[in-house]
Nanobody, 124 residues
């Protein structure tokens, strides 16, 4: 069982930056693929970014490629999402997810554990 806790969300002006963090419990964090998803009001949850257990493989949604960077520090059991050049369309609840099979995925079904989410609001 893995527990995930997101932090770092908040209010930022368009063009600004935020860094989200996701702290995980457990001793096998490095074996988990980690992903970030987001959900805006009235919309389905969508894939944002994912990283493999060792950090070798990274994938991004086209909408955030070049602006967001996913990374992890396995010594701290933490995954990060650096969000730059934010725009109002990035406003959503952001969720951290862990997949015990260790393979990065773009769908919710690839992941086994989820955090409760952190709100990101980008004002114009």
């Amino acid at each position: 069982q893995v527990q995930l806790v997101e932090s770092g969300g908040g209010l930022v002006q368009a063009g600004g930056s935020l860094r989200l963090s996701c702290a995980a419990s457990g001793r096998t964090f490095s074996s988990y693929a980690m992903g970030w998803f987001r959900q805006a009001p009235g919309q389905e949850r969508e894939f944002v970014a994912a990283i493999s257990g060792g950090g070798r493989w990274k994938y991004y949604a086209d909408s955030v490629k070049g602006r967001f960077t996913i990374s992890r520090d396995n010594a701290k059991n933490t995954v990060y999402l650096q969000m730059n050049s934010l725009n109002p369309e990035d406003t959503a609840v952001y969720y951290c997810a862990a997949g015990e099979l260790g393979r990065v995925g773009r769908t919710e079904g690839e992941y086994d554990y989820w955090g409760q989410g952190t709100q990101v609001t980008v004002s114009s």
